[in-house]
């Protein structure tokens, strides 16, 4: 059992697809051999594949289906897309080409259908999904692991892996339905996102919120009632989870996309349907969908029209640090104003 659960809310409407965010977790967590492949973090286009390739689609068929937890099988290398190195050495130190390229054609990798539109012009549509490890209060890589090498923190609801316990077998993996359980071939171990927990215990936020420069990311506890995890999932309603069908009851909530309106057939605004189609995006959220974007319109038209609305405020993020509550620690800079646990 857990004590109270650290937890994310995404605002899908500031993300601008900069990969900041990808960047940071990278360069921080997973820079070593095995490690090449994964994401921790990641950010896809929408409508889209991602990353790996269909995850949906095994998705669909893994995490908790009827009180049962399911299997979706494994993806193939493919899905992922096999890393290919630049030819540095001939270019830059024997002179024998003239252009860096990469030594092998990729068929397929991160980011393959980046800004790929769906649609029809001019009523095309396309925004971005920044994802990572949801630290389920119900996690089906904690229930599929055999040797229990997977555990959830009583103080902070963090998931983890027990590297001295993990056997490799790979059934998380399977049973993961966001695929943001990872296999490093070189260690034969299970890797996935920590949340930056050693930031998180020196109150710094983890490392794919802290760098975003779009303001698009909460971090907190859901049990503090003062913090904006708790206004936006419990007391607004608008912050969702991602496939909330898989049955994980996710930690990480997204506020769903608004794009502009459509355009009709003499090039003005049509506000009778909007640019994302509904059943997209109850496809991604689930019905509760509907309510939440009713509430971020309505409360949108009171901050056009000069009222005041607290759900935009917070939602603007114009003091960076009403970003980030984690309670019972402080966020103390230095004297040359960096901060601990910061990269």
Same mark, same amino acid.
């Given at each position: 059992?857990?004590?109270?659960?650290?937890? $994310?809310?995404?605002? +899908?409407?500031?993300?601008?697809?900069?990969?900041?965010?990808?960047?940071?977790?990278?360069? !921080?967590?997973?820079?070593? @051999?095995?490690?090449?492949?994964?994401? /921790?973090?990641?950010?896809? #286009?929408?409508?889209?594949?991602?990353?790996?390739?269909?995850?949906?689609?095994?998705?669909?068929?893994?995490?908790?289906?009827?009180?049962?937890?399911?299997?979706?099988?494994?993806?193939?290398?493919?899905?992922?897309?096999?890393?290919?190195? !630049?030819?540095?050495?001939?270019?830059?130190?024997?002179? #024998?080409?003239?252009?860096?390229?990469?030594?092998? =054609?990729?068929?397929?990798?991160?980011?393959?259908?980046?800004?790929?539109?769906?649609?029809?012009?001019?009523?095309?549509?396309? %925004?971005? &999904?920044?994802?990572?490890?949801?630290?389920?209060?119900?996690?089906?890589?904690?229930?599929?692991?055999?040797?229990?090498?997977?555990?959830?923190?009583?103080?902070?609801?963090?998931?983890?892996?027990?590297?001295?316990?993990?056997?490799?077998?790979?059934?998380?993996?399977?049973?993961?339905?966001?695929?943001?359980?990872?296999?490093?071939?070189?260690?034969?171990? #299970?890797?996935?996102?920590? *949340?930056? %927990?050693?930031?998180?215990?020196?109150?710094?936020? @983890?490392?794919?919120?802290?760098?975003?420069?779009?303001?698009?990311?909460?971090?907190?506890? &859901?049990?503090?009632?003062?913090?904006?995890?708790?206004?936006?999932?419990?007391?607004?309603?608008?912050?969702?989870? &991602?496939?909330?069908?898989?049955?994980?009851?996710?930690?990480?909530?997204?506020?769903?996309?608004?794009?502009?309106?459509?355009?009709?057939?003499?090039? =003005? *605004?049509?506000?009778?349907?909007?640019?994302? @189609?509904?059943?997209?995006?109850?496809?991604?959220?689930?019905?509760?969908?509907?309510?939440? +974007?009713?509430?971020?319109?309505?409360? !949108?038209?009171?901050?056009?029209?000069?009222?005041?609305?607290?759900? $935009?405020? +917070?939602?603007?993020?114009?003091? /960076?640090?009403? &970003? *980030?509550?984690?309670?019972?620690?402080?966020?103390?800079?230095?004297?040359?104003?960096? %901060?601990?646990?910061?990269?």
């Amino acid at each position: 059992m857990t004590t109270r659960q650290v937890a $994310m809310v995404i605002d +899908l409407n500031k993300c601008i697809g900069c990969q900041a965010c990808t960047a940071a977790c990278k360069s !921080l967590w997973t820079d070593e @051999p095995g490690q090449e492949y994964m994401l /921790w973090n990641n950010v896809e #286009t929408k409508p889209g594949p991602g990353y790996p390739k269909a995850w949906e689609e095994r998705g669909a068929r893994s995490g908790w289906k009827d009180g049962a937890l399911q299997y979706g099988g494994l993806h193939e290398d493919g899905d992922y897309g096999k890393p290919s190195p !630049l030819n540095h050495e001939a270019v830059y130190f024997k002179g #024998t080409e003239e252009r860096l390229e990469r030594e092998e =054609k990729m068929a397929y990798g991160p980011n393959w259908h980046e800004d790929s539109s769906s649609g029809t012009y001019p009523n095309n549509y396309h %925004f971005y &999904l920044p994802r990572l490890c949801n630290h389920c209060t119900k996690p089906a890589c904690l229930e599929a692991c055999p040797v229990r090498a997977i555990y959830k923190r009583e103080q902070d609801g963090i998931v983890l892996v027990d590297q001295d316990k993990c056997q490799g077998f790979r059934l998380c993996n399977q049973a993961c339905p966001y695929d943001k359980v990872y296999f490093n071939y070189v260690k034969r171990k #299970t890797e996935k996102c920590i *949340f930056c %927990f050693p930031r998180i215990e020196q109150g710094v936020a @983890p490392a794919c919120a802290r760098q975003c420069p779009g303001r698009l990311r909460f971090v907190g506890f &859901l049990e503090d009632k003062d913090g904006p995890i708790d206004k936006l999932v419990n007391q607004w309603k608008v912050a969702l989870p &991602l496939h909330p069908e898989y049955g994980t009851e996710p930690n990480v909530y997204y506020i769903p996309p608004i794009l502009p309106p459509r355009f009709d057939a003499e090039g =003005k *605004f049509d506000e009778s349907e909007p640019r994302v @189609p509904m059943e997209y995006v109850r496809y991604l959220f689930g019905p509760q969908v509907d309510s939440a +974007l009713i509430t971020i319109h309505e409360e !949108l038209e009171k901050k056009q029209a000069g009222k005041p609305s607290e759900l $935009m405020d +917070l939602l603007i993020a114009k003091d /960076w640090k009403s &970003l *980030f509550n984690i309670p019972d620690v402080q966020v103390a800079s230095t004297l040359d104003g960096t %901060f601990p646990g910061l990269t």
